[in-house]
Nanobody, 123 residues
Framework: VQLQASGGGLVQAGGSLRLSCAVS????????MGWFRQAPGNEREFVAT????????YYADSVKGRFTISRDNAKNTVDLQMSGLRPEDTAVYYC?????????????????WGQGTLVTVSS
């Protein structure tokens, strides 16, 4: 299973970006999907997750109300719509897939990872 994240870039504070993760070599409907991020010098942290059938979503407190995770099982993609971006959202964002499909909030629960896409928010 391969995951390809895209959509990162440079945006001013208060702006929006939409990240997308394309899954190949597997059927996305089999997996819970998550987004994590890692800022320089920091550990990888949970951002958002969505269960296999999109019945469950969880968000980190720091992004709740600003970010929205969604999935399109027909297109084998999962998106992260980010609005109200802040400089502290600057990080490399990773998508990940978990075979249990429940929508996990911890990195070790994930089986497959994409390569990451850089989001930079300027003040």
């Amino acid at each position: 299973v391969q995951l390809q994240a895209s959509g990162g870039g440079l945006v001013q504070a208060g702006g929006s970006l939409r990240l997308s993760c394309a899954v190949s070599g597997g059927t996305i409907s089999s997996y819970g999907m998550g987004w994590f991020r890692q800022a320089p010098g920091n550990e990888r942290e949970f951002v958002a997750t969505i269960s296999r059938r999109a019945s469950i979503t969880y968000y980190a407190d720091s992004v709740k109300g600003r970010f929205t995770i969604s999935r399109d099982n027909a297109k084998n993609t999962v998106d992260l719509q980010m609005s109200g971006l802040r400089p502290e959202d600057t990080a490399v964002y990773y998508c990940a897939a978990d075979r249990l499909g429940v929508g996990a909030r911890d990195a070790p629960s994930y089986d497959y990872w994409g390569q990451g896409t850089l989001v930079t928010v300027s003040s």
